[in-house]
């Protein structure tokens, strides 16, 4: 499995909510470590000096997620400040943006402009979501809740998508294919 792919499938655990008594059965620490494990997976090539920090962040989000998903603590915390909630969701948006960014960067050096610039605007979206919860919370401008809660999920599918289509491309550490043929076909056809 590509790597990107490993992230993808990761993040999707993430995104995904499937409570049964309390626990959700899509937990989000799984999610994590298959981020982790396709984050280690990225050639040399691909991640740049930025994946020891990249892998720390995900394995910080991981951790996290780990200990939210008691419903015990999770209960509690539904209860607390919701700039609580925002703040322990800061390692997952940090993942965000420095992946999109480190994209970004891969697809420029193989020369894949249209790439380059989605991962950017990615990134963009990305701090934009991290920071619109102060905005919300700390300085009271409570109409930007709604765009804020749809923003950050409309960014992690994007996400998910976009690791997905780039999962084969060389410079994301990919084989590229010919898709729907077979490998037998492809070697009988050259």
């Given at each position: 499995?590509?790597?990107?792919?490993?992230?993808?499938?990761?993040?999707?655990?993430?995104?995904?909510?499937?409570?049964?008594?309390?626990?959700?059965?899509?937990?989000?620490w799984a999610?994590?470590?298959?981020?982790?494990?396709?984050?280690?997976?990225l050639p040399a090539e691909t991640a740049t000096r930025q994946r020891p920090v990249l892998i720390g962040l995900a394995v910080v989000a991981g951790l996290l997620a780990a200990v939210l998903w008691f419903p015990q603590v999770s209960g509690s915390l539904g209860d607390a400040d919701p700039s609580i909630a925002w703040a322990?969701?800061?390692?997952?948006?940090?993942?965000?943006?420095?992946l999109a960014h480190e994209l970004g960067v891969a697809a420029a050096?193989?020369?894949?402009?249209?790439?380059?610039?989605r991962w950017f605007l990615v990134r963009t979206v990305a701090v934009?979501?991290?920071?619109?919860?102060?905005l919300v919370y700390g300085a009271g401008v409570s109409g930007l809740e709604p765009l804020a809660f749809?923003?950050?999920?409309?960014?992690?599918?994007?996400?998910?998508?976009?690791?997905l289509v780039d999962a084969r491309r060389a410079?994301?550490?990919?084989?590229p294919r010919d898709f729907g043929r077979s490998a037998a076909s492809t070697a009988r056809d050259s």
């Open positions: 499995m590509a790597p990107l792919s490993l992230v993808a499938s990761g993040l999707l655990l993430v995104a995904l909510v499937a409570p049964t008594g309390g626990y959700d059965v899509m937990a989000d999610g994590w470590a298959l981020v982790v494990a396709g984050l280690g997976r322990l969701s800061l390692p997952q948006l940090l993942v965000t943006v420095l050096v193989g020369q894949d402009a249209a790439a380059r610039r934009v979501v991290a920071v619109l919860p102060v749809v923003l950050a999920d409309l960014l992690i599918l994007t996400v998910v998508v976009m690791l410079w994301a550490g990919g084989t």
